[in-house]
């Protein structure tokens, strides 16, 4: 059964700390996609990335946010120096192409106080 | 970007009933997908239907994409079916929203035994 997982699923932090989410996408995807849920702003796209490349990051704040693909394994959103502001649910998607089906994974919720 | 908006924002069901979701976005699009998320927070993927008709058991969809508008059909519903029903689109080719899923802010379906 191909999933998206992601690690932590839960994640309790203080403002200023460093956090670091990872996604292993589906095998075979080549698109992989990093997505943040509020109650403010509902579902919004982060990151994109295509066979490891990023597309896309402009939905990013990119003094504290970064994302990178080390290998097709393997997708990593980091915040540094996170803020209470960022507490949220970041998900993960993967998919076979850019005009394809995408599917999430389970999400990390991220608390920082 | 593209547009998305769903109605009705809120929908409270008796067991059994039928309903119908709406999805309006404001370009051409090559991806449209509705998502149903669970209480605990999992985005399920129920249709990825960027313009015809499918039907999965219970659940149906249809995207009229000339006309810009997709619509998501639940019979006989159970008290599972509760949750938020989420449709995201991503634009053509060329366009700013290529390969990137645009969420509307969701319809919350409450069926109630």
């Known amino acids: 059964d191909a999933r998206v997982t992601q690690t932590p699923r839960h994640k309790v932090t203080e403002m200023g700390q460093e956090v670091t989410m990872r996604c292993q996408p589906i095998l075979g995807h080549n698109t992989v996609f990093w997505y943040r849920q509020t109650m403010m702003q509902g579902l919004e796209l982060l990151a994109y990335f295509r066979n490891r490349a990023p597309l896309d990051d402009s939905g990013m704040p990119k003094d504290r946010f970064s994302a990178e693909m080390p290998d097709a394994t393997l997708a990593t959103l980091k915040i540094q120096p996170s803020e209470p502001r960022d507490s949220a649910v970041y998900f993960c998607?993967?998919?076979?192409?850019?005009?394809?089906?995408?599917?999430f994974g389970p999400g990390t919720r991220l608390t920082v106080t | 970007g593209i547009q998305v908006e769903q109605s009705p924002p809120d929908l409270i069901l008796q067991e059994g009933a039928n309903s119908t979701l709406r999805c309006n976005f404001s370009?051409?699009?090559?991806?449209l997908q509705w998502f149903h998320q669970n209480p605990w927070g999992q985005l399920i993927n129920l249709f990825y239907i960027p313009s015809g008709t499918k039907q999965n058991g219970r659940l149906s969809a249809t995207t009229v994409a000339t006309e810009r508008y997709s619509l998501l059909y639940i019979s006989s519903s159970q008290t599972t079916d509760s949750g938020v029903y989420f449709c995201a689109v991503a634009g053509r080719a060329g366009g700013t929203s290529y390969g990137k899923l645009t969420f509307g802010q969701g319809t919350i379906l409450t069926v109630h035994p």
């Open positions: 370009d051409s699009v090559n991806n």
């Open positions: 998607a993967s998919g076979p192409g850019a005009v394809y089906e995408q599917y």
